[in-house]
Structure formats: C-alpha cells, structure tokens
C-alpha cells in the first residue's frame, strides 16, 4: 500500500504526540517529535550557556549539535540524543520548557531543524508532530491534521505528566507555561503556528483515545485512496 506523510500540528498538550504514536504503530510508519530536536536544542543552549541574543553565538553553538532519534529496546519509543548523549528525560523537564518557545523562534535555530526534518521525511511513511509541519516542512503532505483541545484539559492533562515525575509542580505554573508558548508560538515571525488551509481539524476535548484513533485512521485510508491513483 502507498505511504504517506502526515503531518500533526497544533498548540501545547493537545496530545499529538500520543495520536502520532498510535498511528505510526498502527501503520508501521516513523514518528519524529519535531518539538524533542527544539527542546534538544534548548537544552544545548542553557548547558553551555549560549546567549541566544546573540546571533554569532547561536549559529556557533548549532555547528556544535549533532541530533539523533535512538530505537530504545525497552520502551519501543525512539530516545533524542544530542551530541551521543540520551537527553530524553531532560528535555520534557520545566527548564527547558520555559525556554523552549524563545529558542524555537530563532530563524537559525528553525533553518537548522528543518532541514534534518525534512530529510526524515524523504522516503514517506513518517508521522511527524510539531507547530509548522504541514506549513513549512512538509507542505505537500497527504494528510495534515491540526490539533487543538480545551485550555483546561490541556493544562489538567500535562500537569498529570509532569506532576508524576516531579510532585513539587504546581498547576499554576503548567498553565503559565503553556499560555506563554501558545502566545510565542503563534505570534513569532519565523514560520508561526497555523493551520495550514488544506489541513483537517481535530479537537479531542471530548474523545476517547480510541474514538479519536478511529476517527484519524479513516482519514488516512481516505487520504491513502485519493493519492494511489
Ligand atoms: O509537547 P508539547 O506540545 O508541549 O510541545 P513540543 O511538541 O515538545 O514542542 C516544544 C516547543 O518547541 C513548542 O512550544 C514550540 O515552541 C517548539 N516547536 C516548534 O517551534 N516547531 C515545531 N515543529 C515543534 C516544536
């Protein structure tokens, strides 16, 4: 059967990465978190104390970064790896996260992720998630869905994530974070969140896990057929 790309936009916590995941187990295709290379990258940044004001210093550091997706055994997931080193738990923590949207805004920064998405992308079968996916690396894509949930349920949601590994977080701060990268994101000049025209819109605030998988598998058969002939 023909593979094809499909693209998972949307704002923080609406849980396109658990959608992609599904779907890329369900098909055999690869899923690549596009927001874990920013959060990689972030991580870069703060570690080595990058001024990222400072342009010479960002293009500096990103000669500097080598990132790599890792089949991990264990978990069936694949791990980020930045400079050979398994940084997966460290990019999901707060540090990064209250970064992560500064960084991303950075047109070097975006050039450089891009360019390595796009070239995962190149044999299809991919899933990928992310905020400018289906507008700007893979704007031809067969299917591209755009996510967005309930605010509330988005923050409930992440803070259970997060509180499970960490129980001094405060629903407070989970809220702020999320408000603040929705607001950088869809407002930064370099390739902003949204929709992109020919994207499907999925709003899970009041589906199941599995109705929502349902609902997303007919639109890749449909998206499948009307690209075979
Ligand atoms: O999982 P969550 O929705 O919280 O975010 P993520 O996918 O891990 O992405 C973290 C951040 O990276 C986002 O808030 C964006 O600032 C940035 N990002 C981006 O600019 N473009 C992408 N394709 C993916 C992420």
Request: aromatic fraction near 8%; proline fraction near 2%.
């Given at each position: 059967?023909?593979?094809?790309?499909?693209?998972?936009?949307?704002?923080?916590?609406?849980?396109?990465?658990?959608?992609a995941?599904?779907?890329?187990?369900?098909?055999?295709?690869?899923?690549?978190?596009?927001?874990?290379?920013?959060?990689?990258?972030?991580?870069?940044?703060?570690?080595?104390?990058?001024?990222?004001?400072?342009?010479?210093?960002?293009?500096?550091?990103?000669?500097?970064?080598?990132?790599?997706?890792?089949?991990?055994?264990?978990?069936?997931?694949?791990?980020?790896?930045?400079?050979?080193?398994?940084?997966e738990?460290?990019?999901?923590e707060?540090?990064?996260?209250?970064?992560?949207?500064?960084?991303?805004?950075?047109?070097?920064?975006?050039?450089?992720?891009?360019?390595?998405?796009?070239k995962?992308?190149?044999?299809?079968?991919?899933?990928?998630?992310?905020?400018?996916?289906?507008?700007?690396?893979?704007?031809?894509?067969?299917?591209?869905?755009?996510?967005?949930?309930?605010?509330?349920?988005?923050?409930?949601?992440?803070?259970?994530?997060?509180?499970?590994?960490?129980?001094n977080?405060?629903?407070?701060?989970?809220?702020?974070?999320?408000e603040?990268?929705?607001?950088?994101?869809?407002?930064?000049?370099?390739?902003?969140?949204?929709?992109?025209?020919?994207?499907?819109i999925?709003?899970?605030?009041?589906?199941?896990?599995?109705?929502?998988?349902?609902l997303?598998?007919?639109?890749?058969?449909?998206?499948?057929?009307?690209h075979?002939?």
């Amino acid at each position: 059967m023909k593979k094809i790309i499909i693209t998972i936009d949307g704002y923080s916590s609406c849980g396109k990465s658990t959608l992609a995941k599904q779907l890329a187990a369900k098909l055999n295709y690869l899923y690549i978190d596009s927001g874990a290379m920013y959060r990689a990258i972030t991580l870069y940044f703060i570690q080595q104390r990058v001024d990222w004001a400072d342009i010479f210093q960002v293009k500096t550091a990103l000669d500097n970064i080598h990132l790599e997706f890792v089949h991990n055994q264990l978990t069936g997931q694949s791990d980020m790896f930045l400079n050979e080193e398994n940084v997966e738990p460290m990019i999901r923590e707060m540090v990064v996260a209250e970064k992560v949207s500064e960084v991303a805004a950075i047109k070097e920064v975006r050039n450089f992720a891009v360019a390595q998405q796009q070239k995962m992308g190149a044999g299809r079968g991919i899933v990928m998630d992310g905020r400018d996916i289906g507008t700007v690396v893979f704007p031809y894509a067969e299917l591209k869905i755009f996510m967005t949930a309930d605010p509330g349920i988005r923050v409930q949601r992440r803070f259970k994530e997060l509180y499970a590994k960490n129980p001094n977080i405060t629903l407070h701060e989970v809220k702020e974070n999320l408000e603040l990268r929705d607001y950088i994101d869809s407002n930064r000049e370099a390739s902003p969140l949204r929709k992109a025209d020919d994207a499907i819109i999925l709003d899970n605030s009041n589906l199941t896990m599995d109705e929502q998988l349902d609902l997303v598998s007919q639109w890749v058969e449909d998206a499948i057929m009307s690209h075979s002939s």
